[in-house]
């Protein structure tokens, strides 16, 4: 017996929970954990489960699944519970997130491999290479922009990356590159969106005199900052913090927010749905 | 069609989840939440399902998760979810609570029926009267405390009561009535337990210099301030905060946290797992 | 010996503390509390300091400092630290905020006295008048608008009012008005600012799918949800909130705020610098 | 001109301020910031001032506030602002305390000079060596102990330090130790104290079934976990975290717990008042 986490998204309509439980029972699965939730808005159906059952049977469990009338699935998908989501890291100078995410995926306390990190400077390589692993200079200009962001992709394409973080990288991604890597690619944005947009958000923070500052994380979509959020945070300031505190200040949050991200995205937890997400 | 809540407390074991949806199938009910947890520390399953169904064939649902043998169940009950929890208020003299529980319930924001609010002194009458409920002055002393007893847990009974809160009620009470509103009597403890137990927490927590204060409701038992724990919450203090204002920035915590603690009970998400509460 | 309150904004340059601690020595009076800032982006200075005096001492000390060569002041003031805010609500249906602020006011708990209510509605007379509190209904439409609101101002200046709070006054105030009212009229907003500006702001977080929702006080300015922010707050939510629930958590977060920036103003803890407040 | 930080303790009377604004505005010194508080508890009178003078002026600002009657003081004090605060770090086998503390030494977040780090393990070498900082292994046994607090008492002096941080160290420091190192030791409790005292807290917090659990750091006293509380932060969890989870939880919150006592400590903030602290 293994564990193992399906998820789901389908239309919405009785029968679901029957059919996925009865095949699950069918091949004396148990179930270890189950969330579910239907969108109204969206009329879709979303489930995470956990289950134990012995690895030959999974393929059964998904034909019963799919044979079953209840469930017209948009995705449907079954992966080993200890499975390590793949992970390559985009960085440009700031390494706060960096180090937060190499710290907690060498302690243990994240599910994913770091199978790189790119960065269009050279400053974090000590850094990734004292971590043991692979540093990718790559620069990018305007010219070289297009080669780049193909080099990217073949790397996630060699290095099978399910996950593509952006860690306080200041290159705006194409759209297309956008849409390759659409629900795969986390941003941090240095600020509570809706919130202050744009460029140097903690000093509109501080000119505005706002009491709390935040950091969103949101995949990446071709709409610069108006992805799907999957975290926020926020921590309370007051006047006396100049921008340049409110930028350290802002790094506290910036990590804790993206390092919770990278998690659920990791542990099969967050679903989109339109606009938003479901975190389970 | 009308919507249900069940809720089920059974051994942990394979079979539990298909059981039940089958049994709603069947019925050709509509799943529309689900939440399930397995306690490996206790071995026990509990689950909170919202669906919607004839009302006449709730009863066979009931039967076919009985019959089967996946689910030996130690609790499983149907409600209406519409149904309110009829509730009723004990208070002595601080009245930040009760009117907080009074506006919520007035305003359509807690699923409750105030069915009558008792109390030790006459202080809140006047309060409890604006708002339309029926007060109860039960004075208690050392001689009368065995029949105020009687007659709250007479007014309990009369009135079908499904939630009795403890609104800064300032009265101990007896082993057994502790143990007739087992798991129906929540408390709110003006501190943020385990931390200051018995009297004046704020003074307490003022001698301490503690940077945060908070408070914590638990159902009642009979071993004081040791009941499971619902809900809790902090609020960031400084130095410069007297034991006075303390008491103050403590009501609203305390108000907040027992709102929250009502609501989750009222609308079935909180189940006993030992010394332990489980909240979907 | 009573106890008195300054506030003072003054050009940022040496000896202004010197000068008034001076001042305050030399009538032996004792300080019992001293907060200032420079603030480097207007260059202003603030000082709110708390001292005990003989009354009649007061005109001494205001003296001494107009006298100083260190105080270039743009503002001086000195209030008996026990004197209550004189405070005028505006409120339209909502009313969680107006009986937030009626019960602080009432428990003790907020520095103010409330000298009365103006509604555009007759919804929330009968628990304003529950409170011993005058209520004037001032029905406001296009035609009526400029009427109102000279009504309005003819009850600040009757009632000698300190502070105009809008807890959820669904009009719109002229510029003129807002220009009358100006650093004595806050306002809540039922958004965390600069977020989801103008209406339907729940719903609005509810689309965007945001994790946190928020409320902001700000004093008014003409400027609509533009005014200088006292005070914010946010609660976390999920994907699982309606934008009914939204709006209910949503009450809870706005009028912690609002009372909290009340508080704030009625302490004489607030200062405007530029478009930010200085919060002691 | 050079920026100066001063700290005053001393018997609460009026005059203090006028005498210490004054020695300042003799010398032609600016004050940036001044915070001051009068415990009423302990009728001590604190002061923390940061101003801009004359390096040789500094001596003659102390003798003129030692000259003078108002200030009977038990401290007084002043350092450079830009004086790093030399700092030793003591660590057994958990290193996220440490990392964290490194990392934000180098990113210039926090106003200390880290001089070296002490461990009874080896496990964390490589990491305090990337970071440049020399690293002293000194095993700790019942035999050893006395040696190896002389030895860890000889490098204080010897490095003349300032501040020693217990990053997770899990030896008692004697009585004798903690006496010597008073005031200027701050050890992180991996717990909301005064909750859960002792070994393995976070397993505590599971069995009781709390919903937040929260870090505190102190001053070292000889009365293990009780020293004088500095900071204090809590994480909400479920009962659905295993206490492995909760240990994991629990990390992210002892280091920023800690990280903010060691900067309010290195900026001279934190001043002691019988069993409290003053945090400005």
């Known amino acids: 017996m293994a564990r193992h986490i399906m998820t789901l998204t389908c239309d919405d309509r009785p029968g679901i929970v029957a059919a996925v439980s009865t ?3 069918d091949v004396n699965a148990n179930i270890v954990e189950n969330q579910q939730f239907s969108d109204e808005d969206t009329n879709l159906f979303f489930m995470r489960t956990v289950f134990d059952a012995a690895q030959d049977e999974v393929q059964t469990v998904l034909d019963a699944i799919d044979r079953s009338a209840a469930v017209e699935h948009q995705h449907l998908a079954v992966r080993p519970a200890d499975e390590r989501c793949r992970t390559l890291i985009l960085v440009s100078r700031f390494d706060h997130c960096l180090l937060d995410l190499l710290y907690r995926w060498k302690s243990g306390d994240l599910p994913i491999d770091i199978v790189g990190v790119v960065s269009n400077h050279e400053d974090t390589r000590g850094l990734v290479e004292y ?10 200009t305007k010219e070289t922009k ?10 996630v394409a060699a290095q099978d990356v399910g996950l593509v973080v952006l860690a306080r990288y200041m290159q705006i991604l ?11 690619a986390i941003n ?4 509570f969106l809706p919130g202050f947009k744009g460029a140097k958000p903690y000093h509109q923070a501080h000119e505005r005199g706002v009491k709390l500052i935040g950091a969103s994380a949101h995949y990446v979509t071709g709409d610069l900052d108006e992805g799907p959020i999957i975290e926020q945070d926020v921590v309370r300031v007051t006047h006396a913090e100049t921008p340049e505190r409110l930028v350290a200040i802002g790094r506290d949050v910036e990590r804790r927010v993206l390092s919770r991200a990278v998690r659920d995205h990791a542990e099969s937890r967050v679903f989109l749905s339109g606009r938003r997400t479901i975190v389970f």
Do not use: K, M, N
């Open 188 to 191: 941090i944005h240095h600020s």
């Open 146 to 155: 297009a080669a780049a962001e193909a080099e990217l992709l073949r790397l």
């Open 131 to 140: 971590y043991g692993v692979p540093f990718t200079h790559l620069p990018v």
């Open 174 to 184: 194409s759209d297309d590159l956008c849409q390759q890597l659409a629900g795969r």
């Open 23 to 25: 095949a699950l029972l």
